[in-house]
């Protein structure tokens, strides 16, 4: 089978024919219909990070496709199903974390396209119990951005505790950003789009966003401050100028979400204004199966809309080029 694998992290992505997979007890083989790109298969593929990837490493982490094959012991799903592999391929199911709701803090979880290979591929292995049903009616093409960018927003918003007259500030609109302001709308909280590329701000508008902020030829603290201050700030800008705008654009008692990760993992953080003012600043790492099955369900009945552009496999290193540049206005999604 076709998949893109990474060898080394500093040489390019490698189209190859590699063996197809074929499933152990209690997994499925997943013939991919679809794969988002998201900015965390670039920090896996040039080892970023300091916990890394296994090589070779089969990237991509919003998988959608057809189950194909079962293992021994699956009852959970029948051949023909569609599915999305996310970001968290197995957890334990036993400890704390697990049985209280926040298995995505699992300590023997298993990431998709990380430390177990993922979606750049025609065909995934994948633990029955940690693939999310997609419900008919859904495009497959909208299923794969769900299945991380989706999800992992809606976590976001989720802990913000954002409340139906709040005013929430989103900085950086591309892929997560764009989903982040919809389930914000969906709370019923009027927001606040900040970035730096107008193309991005015009799609947040068309989101739904009632303001939007280029920070390059505005400053975007005085001008959310000027609207009384932001309830939350959702960050996925991922350096250290914006998140601390984002720090400075809450009111008190506001809530800083932090979900995009930035290469140099530092930001200042003013104690004597985050004790004085009451700041409660949040880390959020994706979403349960149960959040995910929510993104769908709140897609599926056209609360949310993903834009999308389509790409190839082959053209895997161009896509990482442009996502790197911030050429890319909205998700990028291998087709198959
Ligand atoms: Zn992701
Ligand atoms: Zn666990």
């Known amino acids: 089978m076709k998949a893109a694998v990474v060898h080394d992290f500093q040489g390019p992505l490698e189209i190859e024919d590699v063996p197809k997979p074929t499933p152990g007890e209690g997994e499925v083989v997943v013939r991919i219909e679809t794969a988002g790109l998201c900015h965390t298969d670039i920090h896996a593929a040039h080892g970023d990070w300091p916990v890394k990837p296994k090589l070779p490493l089969i990237p991509g982490h919003e998988g959608v496709g057809i189950v194909e094959s079962l293992g021994s012991g699956v009852e959970n799903l029948r051949e023909g199903q ?5 970001w968290l391929g197995y957890a334990c199911g036993i400890c704390e974390h697990c049985t209280s709701g926040w298995e995505t803090l ?10 177990i290979d993922g979606s750049y591929a025609e065909y995934v292995k994948a633990s029955a119990d940690y693939v999310v049903r997609v419900p008919d009616g859904i495009d497959p093409f909208e299923a794969a951005p769900l299945t991380c960018a989706g999800v992992t927003t809606y976590k976001a918003v989720k802990v913000s505790g954002t409340r139906s007259s709040d005013l929430v500030a989103v900085f950086g609109v591309g892929g997560l950003g764009h989903m982040a302001m919809q389930y914000a709308r969906v709370a019923g909280a009027s927001v606040v789009a900040v970035d730096l590329f107008d193309e991005k701000l015009q799609v947040a508008k068309e989101l739904g966003a009632e303001f ?13 401050q000027e609207l009384g201050g932001a309830d ?20 008190r008692g506001g809530t800083l979400v932090l979900v995009g990760l930035p290469a140099e ?3 200042q953080l003013p104690i004597f204004e985050t004790v004085l003012q009451g700041i409660n600043v949040v880390g959020s790492i994706v979403g349960t199966r149960v959040d ?45």
Request: charged letters at 25%; proline letters at 4%; a positive charge.
């Open 82 to 86: 569609r599915v999305a592999i996310p």
């Open 265 to 267: 993992n530092q930001m």
């Open 292 to 336: 995910l099955a929510e993104v769908f369900e709140l897609h599926r009945s056209g609360r949310t809309r993903v834009p999308y552009e389509r790409r190839s496999l082959e053209q895997v290193n161009e896509a990482f080029a442009d996502v790197e540049a911030g050429r890319a206005t909205s998700r990028l999604v291998f087709g198959f």
């Open 106 to 115: 699992c300590e023997s979880q298993r990431n998709t396209g990380y430390s």
């Open 232 to 251: 939350s700030v959702i960050a996925t800008a991922a350096s250290a100028r914006p998140l601390d705008q984002a720090f400075r654009a809450l009111r």
């Open 212 to 224: 939007v902020v280029n920070a390059r030829q505005q400053d975007p603290v005085s001008f959310i």
